[in-house]
Structures are given as structure tokens and as C-alpha cells.
């Protein structure tokens, strides 16, 4: 069965800082989704962005990149120049290409600094 | 644009009274929908997903049900709740975007057994 691992129960950062959150996965498979969403206090999850497996180039949104490391079966995220709004719980989830369902890992509590 | 509805916001209830959330999807047809449980501090469970109506597969045994009477509705039910069906409750639809399949998120329901 596939899992997800956030080692980090809680980070915190400085305004302004750059912090990465770690995420590693287990599959067998070698098609497969990978994505970070943020959950902030309201608990809407909300999509901070996502990477196809296939795809060697790591994804970017802004000022949230992901470090995409298929053989070692990671995927940290990145979140330059932290603002106070970045604030929440970030979740990494994993789904199998085709399948329906999304597996989440335990989160990482993100505290911004001011 | 695709949003996604929850009722209601907040809910309490006794042990052993029935329960009904509802969510409704805009702006997409024949969305695959999806009902998620998040115990405090913890990830997403996957609970139901449902491909199209009358269609419901469940991914745990456990005290509720799942019913998609119309295209774009998904209700969680419950004869009789429990202590432990205490939570938060996010229904999902996945959309295609970016040539990537992605679950996107309603709101939530706080749901408290007492």
C-alpha cells in the first residue's frame, strides 16, 4: 500500500525567509501525482501545487517550488520569502495515476515569524 | 468556474440521532466526487467516492453511507451517529487540469457527537 511520511510535525520561519517542508513517499508504481495543499485555520484545503511523476522538471507556483527526487522518493516543498498568510498546515498527498484515491500524510504545522 | 458547496457549516449532534451533510458541485458535469474525514490534527481519510449517480464505492467499513441522488450531489449519512464519527468532513471533485487529474476541495463540515 502506498504511504506518506511528513517527518515535520511543526517548522517555523522568519517573514521573509525561505523554509522547506519534507515529504517522502512509498509505491511501487512509476506513474503517479504528487501535491502539497495548505490547510489554514477556515480547514478549506486549498491546492498549493502539484507534479507528474513522469515529469523531470520540478514544478513552481510563484513562490512555491518543490523539489522532486523520484528515485529517492521525495518531494519537499519550498516556500520563498514566507509571508504571514503561508501560515497553516501543509499536507503532501500522493495518487496513482487512474486511481481514486488521494493518500495524505500527517502534515507539517507551518508558523510564520513576524 | 467549477465551485463546490458543503451544508451545513457546523454541526452538533446527540449519540444515536441520524445525520445528512450535503455537497453540490457547479459549473461541471458528472464531476467523480469524493467524501473525506479529518480526525484533530491528523491527514484525510477517503471514506466514499462516487463516479457517477447511483454509483458509491467505500474505501472503510464503518457507521456511515454515501448517496449521489443527482449528478453533481453527494450526501454522507447516518442512522445513528457515534462518539467517534466526531470530525471534519471535506467533499471533493476532481477535475482535469493541466492534462492532470486534481481533487479540489469544498469548504468542510465541522461535525461534533456529544
Known amino acids: 500500500a502506498q504511504t506518506v511520511t511528513q517527518s515535520q510535525p511543526e517548522m517555523s520561519v522568519q517573514e521573509a525567509e525561505t523554509v522547506t517542508l519534507s515529504c517522502t513517499y512509498d509505491?511501487?508504481?512509476?506513474?503517479?501525482?504528487l501535491f502539497w495543499y495548505k490547510q489554514p485555520p477556515s480547514r478549506q484545503m486549498i491546492l498549493v501545487i502539484r507534479?507528474?511523476?513522469?515529469?523531470?522538471q520540478n514544478a513552481t507556483e510563484n513562490r512555491f517550488s518543490v523539489n522532486f527526487q523520484k528515485a529517492a522518493k521525495s518531494f519537499s516543498l519550498k516556500i520563498s520569502d514566507s509571508q504571514l498568510g503561508d501560515a497553516a498546515m501543509y499536507f503532501c498527498?500522493?495518487?496513482?495515476?487512474?486511481?481514486?484515491?488521494?493518500?495524505f500524510g500527517q502534515g507539517t504545522r507551518l508558523t510564520i515569524n513576524p | 468556474s467549477q465551485t463546490i458547496h458543503q451544508w451545513p457549516a457546523t454541526l452538533v449532534q446527540p449519540v444515536g440521532s441520524p445525520l445528512s451533510l450535503e455537497c453540490t458541485v457547479e459549473?461541471?458535469?458528472?464531476?467523480?466526487l469524493y467524501w473525506y474525514r479529518q480526525a484533530a490534527g491528523r491527514g484525510l481519510q477517503l471514506l466514499f467516492y462516487?463516479?457517477?449517480?447511483?454509483?458509491i464505492s467505500s474505501e472503510v467499513p464503518q457507521n456511515l453511507s454515501a448517496s449521489r441522488p443527482q449528478d453533481r450531489q453527494f450526501i454522507l449519512s447516518s442512522k445513528k451517529l457515534l462518539l467517534s464519527d466526531s470530525g471534519f468532513y471535506l467533499c471533493?471533485?476532481?477535475?482535469?487540469?493541466?492534462?492532470?487529474?486534481?481533487?479540489?476541495f469544498g469548504p468542510g463540515t465541522r461535525l461534533l457527537v456529544l
Open positions: 471533493a471533485w476532481r477535475g482535469l487540469a493541466g492534462g492532470m487529474e486534481t481533487q479540489y
Open positions: 509505491t511501487s508504481e512509476s506513474d503517479y501525482y
Open positions: 507534479q507528474e511523476a513522469y515529469k523531470q
Open positions: 498527498a500522493y495518487s496513482m495515476w487512474g486511481a481514486q484515491k488521494l493518500v
Open positions: 459549473g461541471t458535469s458528472n464531476p467523480n
Open positions: 462516487s463516479v457517477g449517480i447511483g454509483q
